[in-house]
């Protein structure tokens, strides 16, 4: 299986930045589709933005677009999570999450996922 472990999270003041980064085992890092989910307190989990397989769709969420930006690097395996101008909203706990099969209308879909991190919290004060 492919193993995922996500980094980069911590305390930030609001209107900070912070730059998360999510390492894959295994090879062929270039055919999962990848993504960033979140999980607010008292929110259902929820996507924050993505890659199809390939790349070639990207996508992000209506609450982080203009402020986030996703990119991977797949000689390192590596996908990242720029996020900018953070808000206190933004506090959560973030989670990486790869699948190999996914197709473009399920990408949203945490439970359409099969390989997941264990998360690194994002902390936004005031």
């Known amino acids: 299986q492919v193993q995922l472990a996500e980094s980069g999270g911590g305390l930030v003041q609001a209107g900070g930045s912070r730059r998360l980064s999510c390492v894959a085992s295994?090879?062929?890092?270039?055919?999962?589709?990848m993504a960033w989910f979140r999980h607010r307190p008292g929110r259902e989990r929820e996507y924050v933005a993505g890659f199809s397989r390939t790349g070639g769709y990207t996508y992000y969420a209506d609450s982080v677009k203009g402020r986030f930006t996703i990119s991977r690097d797949n000689a390192k395996n590596t996908m990242y999570l720029q996020m900018n101008s953070l808000k206190p909203e933004d506090t959560a706990v973030y989670y990486c999450?790869?699948?190999?099969?996914?197709?473009?209308?399920?990408?949203?879909?945490?439970?359409?996922?099969?390989?997941w991190g264990q998360g690194t919290q994002v902390t936004v004060s005031s």
């Open positions: 999450a790869f699948d190999r099969s996914i197709i473009q209308s399920s990408l949203r879909i945490p439970h359409q996922y099969d390989y």
């Open positions: 295994g090879r062929a890092f270039s055919t999962y589709a």
